[in-house]
Nanobody, 118 residues
Framework: VQLQASGGGLVQAGGSLRLSCAAS????????FAWFRQVAGKEREGVAYSAGGGRSTTVYSDSVKGRFSISRADDENTVYLQMNMLKPDDTAVYYC???????????WGQGTLVTVSS
């Protein structure tokens, strides 16, 4: 199993980015996916979650609710994180992770850096 995260970059505050998490070696529908972010010296924060097993449930942290949107394209085996109205506080390395329904996050992408300038 491999998760390949991409799409990070430098953007001005108020701008948008879309992160991608391309999965191989697993069937997307059988897994829950989440996006996490981490700033050096701080704890990792979960920001968005998409349930697997045919459920459409999504959950967002309060810090990104209304600005970020997680989606999945089963035909592409890819999970996306659309990030709008970005703020400097969103600057972090973003990771995607996959968990079998009811399981723990066993698979992680390598991280993609998002930098939001003020």
């Amino acid at each position: 199993v491999q998760l390949q995260a991409s799409g990070g970059g430098l953007v001005q505050a108020g701008g948008s980015l879309r992160l991608s998490c391309a999965a191989s070696g697993l069937k997307l529908a059988n897994y829950a996916f989440a996006w996490f972010r981490q700033v050096a010296g701080k704890e990792r924060e979960g920001v968005a979650y998409s349930a697997g097993g045919g459920r459409s449930t999504t959950v967002y942290s309060d810090s990104v609710k209304g600005r970020f949107s997680i989606s999945r394209a089963d035909d592409e085996n890819t999970v996306y994180l659309q990030m709008n109205m970005l703020k400097p506080d969103d600057t972090a390395v973003y990771y995607c992770a996959a968990a079998r329904v009811g399981g723990s996050y066993d698979y992680w992408g390598q991280g993609t850096l998002v930098t939001v300038s003020s």
